[in-house]
């Protein structure tokens, strides 16, 4: 749970230092600053103390700025923390190159800087916000879908229930295929928007209202089947992954074909003993998932 009274943490990058203490000057009196001279140190500094917001230059020399935001959009504990880019004016082409790998805003040099400092604020309250409702929420704030949490608390559930009942629990562990690539070739606002089709199409894939589909991290997700055998669940399985392929996303850098396609894993406990822990079966599903994977993707595998 985060603490809204908390100082917002800002992290500076940029070659220039006088840029850095025009902007730390103007900050400081709000929220506690960090500061890096180049992308390898941003890069440290952000795995070591999780900015709420990063100030980002682009032009530095090594790493760029469009890079350093590519590593922290790849990095599932780092894609969302907002990031702006700064820049100098005028260049229309870097503004779409750098929104498109996910940047939330831009701001110009020279610096204006109440408007900057605006700007600021405005993206550090709908930060607070955003981890505000993800702590509170069992749903997922891009997909809609049901989140980890609420998928954690429905399995221990449907374990206890089906330990009680003496009823089989499929669950299957689902992964988009060559979601990296997907990222690097189309962007991180295409990635995005493959993430809220896929949770879409695999909720809408399911039919029992027992049955729960709830995305687990990055591009992964689960399906909890209650009552469901082995078969029943390869058949679930496979029918899932047919509907993504006719869903017919593009995928111009996938190995596995033309179209956005995913590889599922299936653990089935039929008879459930007493104490039976929630991590066996998705450790079950995951090892199976990698099978799949490993025999070419698109494709279902049974643990
Ligand atoms: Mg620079």
């Known amino acids: 749970m985060i603490n809204v ?38 890069l440290k500094i952000v795995q070591r103390e999780r900015p709420d917001l990063i100030l980002l230059d682009v032009m530095m020399p090594g790493m760029d700025g469009f890079e350093v935001c590519r590593h922290l959009k790849e990095d599932v504990r780092t894609q969302n923390i907002p990031v702006i880019f700064v820049t100098a004016k005028n260049a229309n082409s870097d503004e779409e190159l750098g929104l ?64 009680r009942d003496a009823t089989p629990l499929s669950l299957l562990m689902i992964d988009i295929d060559h979601f990296k690539q997907f990222n690097d070739h189309y962007g991180h606002g295409a990635g995005d928007v493959c993430l809220q089709m896929v949770a879409m199409e695999l909720a809408k894939g399911v039919v029992r ?40 996303l593009p995928h111009a850098c996938s190995e596995t074909g033309n179209v956005v396609t ?30 799949a994977k490993e025999n070419g993707r698109n494709r279902v595998c049974s643990h």
């Open 100 to 163: 498109n790998l996910g940047a939330v805003d831009y701001i110009t040099k020279p610096f204006v800087i109440p408007i900057a400092k605006a700007r600021i604020r405005n993206h550090i309250r709908l930060k607070q916000q955003a981890d505000l409702l993800e702590s509170l929420s069992l749903l997922d704030a891009l997909t809609g879908i049901p989140n980890r949490r609420r998928f954690d608390e429905a399995l221990a559930a449907e374990l206890k229930q089906a330990i």
């Open 209 to 248: 209202p027992s049955d729960l589909v709830a995305r687990y991290g990055g591009e992964e997700f689960v399906v909890i089947l209650p009552e469901t055998d082995q078969l029943s669940a390869l058949q679930i399985a496979e029918r899932l992954r047919v509907r993504i392929e006719k869903l017919g």
């Open 5 to 42: 009274q908390q100082q917002s943490m800002i992290l500076i990058v940029d070659d220039v230092p006088t840029n850095v203490q025009i902007l730390a000057e103007a900050l400081s009196s709000v929220y506690r600053i960090k500061v890096a001279s180049n992308g390898v140190d941003a």
């Open 262 to 291: 995913i590889s599922v894993g299936i653990a089935t406990q039929a008879r459930i003993p007493e104490g039976f822990m929630p991590q066996l079966l998705v450790d079950m599903a995951d090892k199976a998932l990698y099978a």
